[in-house]
Structures are given as structure tokens and as C-alpha cells.
């Protein structure tokens, strides 16, 4: 979850409620964790350049200003630009985000230009989820916004999860972006609960895959999911795993 307004060292939490149901295991390994994270934690706060973000803005038609404030644990220019890439190469017909944000406004307008897809965000921040409605709606866009709070555990993975409702049954690219790493530095492994509803050369993608957390979860999904292609890219501030299951020649 991020916002267009500039935001502060720490990512918004989870309420208190769902931070109470952590354990003290999960609790104490999160906080000796983020020692071991803290240089990529860091670098999670660079956004990029001010001409990358006016290049990706330009490439989508969409204002100058649309996008005031990156870095601070929003997407970084990087992660946009490849989520471009795979709108335009693949267009989409479903897809799901795990973290709403910058990235639901630029994936938007990608759709838009490219077959016009249809975006299912979630989010654990219900009043952020309405906040970003409007925000879309300034520039003529709409995305379905749900509030999926972090209620849910997988006995595969720690930490708690989103309370997903009327996943599609068919996705042709995920954007993974949530939860927060302060949930616990491996949750978004639990994002593979999905995967099963992946299309034939679906691409999946996994913001701040340079962290030692998602690396962890990425050494997983390649043992639990051997016939999908997974790479590292780590050309961008924060690292971005890609994958994608059979059904495409070439990754995008």
C-alpha cells in the first residue's frame, strides 16, 4: 500500500487487531530479520530518476504531475516500466494486484491503451482502497479496488494474509506488492495459494525481490513450481522476480 502523497521511513502498518495475532516467534524473527534487511530496506526507499518517471509517464499519455511523489516504499520506475513492458506484450485480459498503489494508476492506463483489461486490486487499508478510486477516476480510469484485510494464514508460510474474496478464476498477470515486509519478511510467499488460477504463459511479478526475504521465497516457488520460469532482474533500485508458466517461448 502507498499513496500519491510522500510517505515516511516506515511502510503503514497493519492494525493493531491483526498485529496482535502474530506470534511471538514471528514477532522476534521480523524484528531480527529486518536487522539482516536493513541495507535493502534502504534502497526500497530510491524511486528513481525524475527522467525515468517522466519517460514512463510519457510513454502511457498521462501528465507530468500523475505520479508527484516515488521512493518511500512506492514502485520505483523500474518495476512500472517492466509492468508496461508486459501489458503491452502480453495485454492482459484479468489482472490481479496484491498492493495497491502507484502501480495500480500506471497499470491502468497501460490497459487502457492495450485491450483494456480489467485490474482487481487488494489492498488491507479499506479507506486507502476508496482513496485510490478517486484517484484513478481524476484521470478518466477505474480499477476494482477491494479491501482484503490481513486475517488469513497458509500453514505453508508465516505471517498473515490477505482475506481475498471473488478471485478470478483465470489470471494473466499478477503484481505482487503486498503484504508489507513488517508483516513477516517471508509472507508474500504465500502469494502461490494463486498460482494454481494462473493462465497458459501468465507472468508473475514480485516487487522487492532483491530482499533477502523474497529471495528466501523465491528459492521456494522455484522447488514448489518447477515448470514456471522465474528470473531476477536487478537492474532497478529494490530487485524484480519475473515469472512466468508454460505456454510463451520467450519471457517478456
Given at each position: ?42 534502497r ?40 508496461v513492458?508486459v ?64 486475517t ?13 474474496d ?21 509472507v508474500?510467499?504465500?502469494?502461490e ?20 526475504g ?39
Amino acid at each position: 500500500m502507498t499513496t500519491r502523497n510522500p510517505t515516511g521511513l516506515l511502510s503503514k502498518d497493519a492494525s493493531a487487531p491483526q498485529r496482535g495475532e502474530l506470534t511471538w516467534g514471528e514477532t522476534l524473527f521480523k524484528l531480527a530479520f529486518g536487522a539482516i534487511q536493513l541495507p535493502w530496506l534502504l534502497r526500497s526507499l530510491y524511486g528513481g530518476k525524475l527522467e525515468e518517471k517522466d519517460r514512463l509517464l510519457d510513454r502511457i499519455g498521462l501528465p507530468r504531475d500523475a505520479l508527484p511523489h516515488l521512493g518511500s516504499w512506492k514502485a520505483d520506475t523500474y518495476l512500472l516500466h517492466r509492468i508496461v513492458d508486459v501489458i503491452e506484450q502480453t495485454r492482459p485480459a484479468q489482472v490481479v494486484e496484491l498492493g495497491s498503489g502507484a502501480s495500480s494508476l500506471v497499470m491502468a492506463q497501460a490497459l487502457s491503451r492495450n485491450g483494456g483489461g480489467q485490474l482487481i486490486s487488494y489492498d488491507q487499508h479499506q479507506p486507502f482502497s476508496e482513496e485510490m478510486g478517486r484517484w484513478l477516476a481524476e484521470h478518466g480510469l477505474s480499477a476494482d479496488f477491494r479491501h482484503a484485510p490481513l486475517t488469513r494464514r497458509d500453514p505453508a508460510w508465516p505471517g498473515l494474509w490477505y482475506a481475498l474474496d471473488d478471485v478470478p478464476a483465470r489470471i494473466d498477470l499478477m503484481v505482487i506488492d503486498g503484504p508489507p515486509w513488517t508483516v513477516h519478511p517471508y509472507v508474500r510467499g504465500t502469494a502461490e495459494c494463486l498460482f494454481t488460477r494462473l493462465s497458459p504463459g501468465a507472468v508473475v511479478m514480485l516487487d522487492d525481490a532483491a530482499r533477502p526475504g523474497e529471495r528466501v521465497v523465491a528459492r521456494r516457488w522455484r522447488r514448489n513450481w518447477p515448470d514456471m520460469t522465474f528470473v531476477l532482474e536487478t537492474a532497478g533500485s529494490k530487485g524484480l522476480l519475473m515469472g512466468r508458466t508454460p505456454g510463451k517461448d520467450k519471457f517478456v
